[in-house]
């Protein structure tokens, strides 16, 4: 291949890179943008932070679940209906406390799947719907209470007798037959406990005792730990949310905002007219045959004459000091940047040379006279054999 093609090959390569460089970074442009839209576009939570033994944010329950694994309790985490029924059926004869934190959340299907759990029930904040299916003595007397405040049991409740005050609001029931009601608010409890067919059902108006923000105050870690340690082994359930129809469904390019389909046309149709643009700017590549052909060995002579009438002896120091090192680096398996210390350690390792003598002939000052400039290149080219031979 003759030097004029090699050059008219580099110059097509470098023209044609040119031409489809901005249509190119536009196009780049379009699928970044797509991708970050899809990604900013909100997606349904499928996961349940309030209550949650796993979770530990304000709303979760991590540090009250820890706790009771400290204490010998066996809290095993579940996430859903299926889960929860294997768990108490897994315990065998061993009695066990099944915790449902957010049973508003489950459909009826499921609840009455879960009221025929052979365990004894902790419902967490349940409304009518669970309440009928899990609860059938209990309906709602206030939906919501705010709070106010520790409020006392003011029951004969021995776990929230222990416990005193907690801090519970929100829902209160209503009771009809034989049932222990504390924490009153409205006249109405916040807390419900009563037996049938052989197992002991709570009902607890509110989760905030049991959450990572608020365990620590008043009697709320006393409560909640009282009101579990009926049995060793504890079946926590905390339901997802149900998912969206229009969400569950969606896949793919339909996660994608209209607005950010906006944002992709607008971007394809710019990088269509820069590319019509580009292509009418420049016309064909024609090929230009060299008027001449400059050996290498010319240019390093055209070079020195250049320095020398100018008297750039610095300048001709730095450039056969850089050509030296670059040459060497590799030998001493040094990356290109390495610090002149460490450069010159290890070549002083592979010379008869010091550090001292070593860091003069790399680094030391330029040369005042033409002879200072050759004694120079005869000791770069010494120190350049010694490493090279060792």
């Not at 416990?163 to 209160?172: E, N, P, Q, R």
């Not at 009563?194 to 620590?216: D, H, W």
């Not at 024609?286 to 009438?309: F, K, N």
Request: hydrophobic share 45%; proline share 7%.
């Amino acid at each position: 291949m003759t030097t004029t093609a090699v050059t008219g090959w580099a110059v097509s390569r470098d023209w044609q890179w040119r031409r489809w460089r901005i249509p190119l970074a536009l196009i780049a442009l379009i699928i970044v943008a797509g991708i970050v839209l899809a990604y900013l576009q909100p997606r349904p939570n499928l996961s349940n932070e309030y209550l949650n033994p796993a979770d530990t944010s304000p709303v979760g329950s991590h540090a009250l679940a820890s706790i009771l694994g400290e204490l010998g309790f066996t809290v095993t985490a579940v996430y859903s209906t299926a889960d929860a029924l294997a768990a108490v059926r897994s315990s065998g004869r061993v009695p066990v406390t099944l915790m449902i934190t957010s049973p508003g959340l489950l459909p009826r299907r499921q609840l009455a799947m879960l009221a025929g759990a052979q365990a004894d029930l902790f419902l967490v904040e349940p409304q009518s719907r669970a309440l009928q299916a899990l609860a059938p003595r209990v309906s709602v007397a206030h939906a919501y209470v705010p709070a106010s405040g520790p409020v006392q049991p003011d029951c004969s409740l021995r776990a929230a007798r222990l416990a005193g005050s907690a801090d519970l609001a929100g829902i209160t029931y209503a009771v009809s037959g034989a049932a222990i009601g504390c924490y009153p608010l409205q006249n109405s409890p916040a807390l419900v406990r009563y037996a049938s067919g052989g197992r002991t059902i709570t009902v607890l108006g509110s989760g905030l005792p049991m959450t990572n923000a608020n365990l620590a105050y008043a009697g709320n870690a006393a409560l909640a730990i009282n009101l579990l340690s009926a049995h060793p082994d504890i079946v926590w359930l905390t339901p997802a949310p149900p998912a969206e129809p229009s969400t569950a469904q969606a896949t793919g390019p339909t996660l994608i905002g209209w607005a950010a389909w906006l944002v992709v046309f607008q971007l394809a149709i710019a990088a269509v007219l820069a590319m019509i643009w580009r292509a009418r700017r420049l016309g064909p590549l024609i090929a230009e045959r060299l008027p001449v052909v400059v050996r290498a060995s010319e240019t390093v002579e055209g070079h020195a004459r250049m320095y020398q009438s100018r008297r750039a002896r610095g300048r001709t120091a730095q450039a056969l000091r850089a050509a030296m090192l670059a040459r060497t680096l590799p030998v001493l398996g040094l990356p290109k940047g390495t610090e002149a210390d460490a450069v010159t350690q290890a070549i002083a390792d592979r010379s008869r040379l010091g550090q001292e003598d070593i860091a003069e002939i790399l680094h030391g000052p330029a040369p005042g006279t033409d002879a200072e400039l050759i004694s120079l290149t005869g000791r770069l080219d010494d120190l350049e054999r010694e490493v090279r031979t060792q």
